[in-house]
């Protein structure tokens, strides 16, 4: 037998936190309730631990923008959304079926009761009678004292109330700019630059405020939520809580007068279409295209131009083309006199995003066109230290922009009209040649056109390069993220224009060689896009434009088609590799974009299809071969 000596461990090391921490973590979650309950001026003793809020999140740091690191792009964009568990993670609300008054700390007549009138819809609005106080609506109950129903209506009224709970304590922690407004002049102006800063920073912060007015700030901290990683947590509620607002502005501003008031009626009582509340739908609409579904966004876009021809804004600028069309102005809406420039450019600019957004959805959804530039008597937008600014100045009209391009160089929001419309009128001249076959007569106008779009876009393009040279040179950031867009959206256009000229089947050698130079055009405008997309990591994705990713996605598409053109053999060989790094930018964008993602998947699927396809092609073609040569 091995004698084995026994060591015996008398004292073992202490287990459990340290001496004081528990008392320390419980006195910080007593003070952070307290604090919880001041600033967000939630209900009268409510136990707000029982909404599993804060669990876990250290909210002593209230300045979360600037706390917690930027994210950069894709990759890190994961980890970042691990800092939005700060700020109220919605998901760990408990789903717990056994909801009573005692375990809400909350008095059922009072959560079951409390409504808001239609005067108070508003919050932060002042009512007709000067009051902004919630009014409560009796309820049934029994001799004891508790609510005469069912259990399962219980359950149901305690689930609504904590869901109008977490709704107004949401638009209260924007009320109190826990979102601040400066998040979105830094990331959302840049590419929907609508809204004059001062003028707005002038009346945000009031108390009272009107309804259309409420509506544009609430949509501007839902976008801006959008485009954060650390309140991302927030923005589906806030969507929903802002387009609630927007909605009841429209049934409050079709119910007054009589039902079958005209819109006259309703002119001559003074009644009219507020800018803010076009502002803030075209807002809804840019985060929708980030964050809902495009389909969505294209209704609401839809309501957003019904909106503007109601307003007339498509011809502020009428006097200086007729007096005519200025006499018939006089009597609308958009008749707004002693206006400042910015006031008025504000409304320029409102118009031609609504228009942007038009011609876009035109273009890559088969959108029918709602405003037609036979009727646009608007100047282009001018540039944004004049805007800002209130500095006047003069600008073209689109036709003269698009004609010979008078001004050397537009503002980078003016050559994304300019370019956007471009390709309405892209489309326009594809269906034109799809429509019919082409006679003697009919190809000559095709080429005519096409002709036309390509000079166009060609003085656009380089105008597009001068103005990225110009900003780089003297922005102190070197980055514009509008001016990026518009440089991809010119190469874009040229892409349009190869592919058109490919749906024809040219017969003559003459239109053969033109068509050939086209698409050889077509593809180094591909291969410049893929190049910029490679360059994109220099600025922030929270920045870029919602339609991005559908131009990203058309290069690929061509790219894809154009992999192996016999005629193109030596930019050929890049295409694949072009194709897998517009995927890793549309991968990149996928954690801002919805619409990013699916244009990434819908790509995946052709591309493997595509394989498939070419791999099938390789393999009969060397069976043949082999057959042939053994034959």
């Known amino acids: 037998m091995i004698e084995t000596r026994c060591i015996v461990v008398e004292t073992r090391p202490q287990r459990g936190p340290q001496k004081g921490q528990l008392k320390a973590l ?45 994210p950069g792009l894709g990759t890190d964009l994961v980890t970042a959304q691990d800092s939005m568990s700060l700020v109220l993670p919605i998901e760990t609300l408990p789903r717990t079926p056994d909801l009573t008054p005692t375990t809400l700390g909350l008095d059922p007549i009072t959560v079951c009761a409390t409504r808001l009138n239609s005067d108070s819809a508003w919050p932060g609005v002042m009512s007709s009678s000067g009051s902004t106080s919630e009014q409560l609506s009796p309820i049934p109950c029994t001799k004891s004292g508790d609510l005469d129903i069912s259990d399962i209506v219980w359950a149901d009224l305690c689930v609504s109330s904590m869901g109008a709970a977490l709704s107004y304590m949401c638009f209260r922690l924007t009320h109190h ?28 912060n009031q108390e009272s405020l009107t309804p259309p007015q409420v509506c ?27 387009r609630r607002l927007l909605e009841v502005l429209d049934v409050d501003e079709h119910c007054h007068g009589l039902p079958w008031s005209t819109d006259k009626m309703a002119m001559l009582t003074g009644r009219r279409i507020q800018l803010e509340q076009i502002q803030a739908w075209l807002l809804l609409a840019h985060y929708e295209l980030l964050r809902v579904h495009q389909d969505r966004a294209q209704l609401t876009i839809a309501r957003v131009l019904r909106l503007v021809q109601s307003s007339r804004l498509y011809d502020i600028d009428a006097s200086d083309v007729s007096p005519v069309v200025e006499a018939a102005r006089s009597m609308t809406p958009a008749s707004w006199p002693d206006e400042t420039f910015a006031e008025t450019e504000e409304k320029r ?37 004049n805007f800002q600014n209130s500095e006047p100045i003069r600008m073209d009209f689109l036709p003269e922009a698009m004609a010979d391009g008078s001004r050397s160089s537009l503002s980078p929001f003016a050559e994304c009209v300019v370019l956007a419309a471009l390709h309405g009128r892209y489309v326009s001249h594809r269906r034109l040649a799809q429509s019919t076959t082409l006679s003697v007569k009919e190809t000559h ?46 190469h874009n256009a040229v892409i349009h224009l190869g592919s058109v000229i490919e749906l ?20 180094q405008a591909a291969t410049d896009v893929v190049r910029l997309a490679r360059a994109a990591p220099s600025f922030s994705y929270f920045k870029t434009h919602p339609f991005l990713p559908n131009i990203l996605s058309s290069a690929a598409s061509f790219l894809m088609t154009h992999v192996k053109s016999p005629d193109l053999a030596q930019i050929g060989e890049q295409g694949s590799d072009g194709v897998r790094h517009l995927l890793d930018a549309l991968r990149r964008l996928r954690g801002v974009s919805n619409l990013a993602g699916n244009l990434s998947d819908l ?29």
Not at 32 to 60: H, R, S, Y
Request: net charge negative.
């Open 26 to 70: 419980r006195s910080r979650v007593e003070t952070l309730e307290k604090e919880l309950k001041v600033q967000l001026g939630f209900f009268e003793g409510a136990d707000v631990t029982q909404f599993g809020i804060f669990e876990g999140a250290d909210v002593t740091q209230l300045d979360l923008e600037s706390a917690i690191p930027q």
């Open 177 to 204: 700019e826990f979102i601040s407004d400066q998040l979105y002049f830094d990331r959302i102006h840049a590419v929907a630059p609508i809204v004059h800063k001062r003028h707005y920073l002038s009346w945000a």
């Open 216 to 242: 544009l700030r609430a949509a501007m901290r839902t976008v801006a939520s959008a485009v954060s990683a650390q309140f991302r947590g927030l923005s589906d509620i806030l969507y929903a809580e802002t």
């Open 349 to 385: 600019r409102t118009f031609w995003l609504a228009f942007t957004f038009d011609r876009f959805f035109y273009t890559y959804n088969e959108w029918p066109l709602t405003l037609h530039e036979e009727i646009i008597f608007t100047r282009l937008p001018a540039p944004e230290s």
């Open 445 to 490: 106008e095709f080429w005519t056109r096409h002709q036309w779009l390509s000079e166009a876009v060609e003085r656009r393009t380089q105008s597009s390069a001068r103005s990225a040279v110009e900003i780089s040179m003297t922005n102190v950031d070197g980055e514009d993220p509008m001016v990026a867009f518009t440089h991809l959206l010119a």
């Open 504 to 523: 024809i089947p040219w017969k003559t050698l003459e239109y053969q060689l033109a068509a050939i130079a086209y698409e050889q055009r077509a593809h």
């Open 603 to 631: 790509l995946e699927a052709n591309r493997v299809y595509a394989s498939t396809i070419i791999s099938t092609e390789t393999i009969e073609h060397d069976f043949s071969l082999g057959y042939l040569q053994n034959g």
